[in-house]
């Protein structure tokens, strides 16, 4: 269905989405960083899995990634290993897509 004529509303021109979304990301990676235990982190036995929110680039390149979910002392050391994660180009008819999804890292003393 169209929108009216006098719609704001963006219509695709029939290309590929510039963004996909790719879910749990974790098996994916051609190189899935593993991210340090914090010595603070380890001090308190904080566990648990923290969840990242990442975009990745058309050549499979993190290029954002954020803690969405998680133990605040785990944050920090589970999103650098995210933006040193690699993933294969993701392809939409033929064509390379940035993708989103989520990388998870679980904490065990």
């Known amino acids: 269905v169209a929108p009216p004529p006098d719609s704001k509303v963006p219509v695709s021109k ?4 510039k963004t996909i979304s790719g879910g749990v990301l974790d098996g994916k990676a051609s190189e899935l960083a593993r991210p340090a ?14 969840k990242v929110q990442v975009l990745i680039d058309e050549q499979g390149v993190v290029f954002l990634a954020q803690a969405v979910e998680g133990h605040r002392l785990l944050r920090a050391s589970s ?4 933006c040193g994660s ?5 392809l939409l008819s033929g064509n390379p897509v940035k993708v989103s999804g989520i990388l998870q890292y679980n904490f065990i003393p």
Do not use: I, L, N, Q
């Open 86 to 90: 690699k993933f294969m180009p993701t």
């Open 37 to 50: 235990y914090p010595p603070a982190a380890r001090a308190v036995r904080a566990t648990g899995t923290v």
């Open 14 to 17: 029939g290309g590929p989405p």
């Open 79 to 82: 999103v650098a290993a995210a």
